[in-house]
């Protein structure tokens, strides 16, 4: 049984990265967006990544998204959030999907 716990904790962390952001951090938040046929909306083509935002911890895995200027919050674990590594954003844009990019 030891054995066996030994191997498969070593094929897990074999490509597991240790990812800690700092609070205040900005960061690309997973999106899940469902596709609409009524609507002619494909998620396939949405885009996957939305942000940049601000978070703040709430413990070792999980961090608070403020979206836009802090009226909505959202609990996020890190497995959905991505390292924003764009120059420093003067205004966040307002609500989801904000993006910040240029094309």
């Known amino acids: 049984m030891v054995n066996a716990h030994t191997k498969q904790a070593r094929y897990y962390n074999a490509r ?3 990812v800690q ?14 596709s609409k046929a009524d609507t002619f ?22 961090y608070l998204v403020e979206w836009g200027s802090g009226e909505k919050m959202d ?4 497995v959905n959030l991505k390292q924003y590594f ?16 240029t094309l």
């Open 16 to 18: 597991r990265k240790f």
């Open 41 to 62: 909306f494909s998620s396939k083509l949405a885009p996957k990544w939305e942000g940049p935002v601000k978070i703040k911890k709430l413990g070792p895995v999980n």
């Open 21 to 34: 952001f700092q609070e205040g951090d900005l960061v690309w938040v997973r999106a899940h967006p469902v």
């Open 86 to 101: 764009g120059g420093e954003i003067s205004k966040l844009a307002s609500g989801r999907g904000g993006g910040g990019g």
């Open 75 to 78: 609990n996020v674990n890190v």
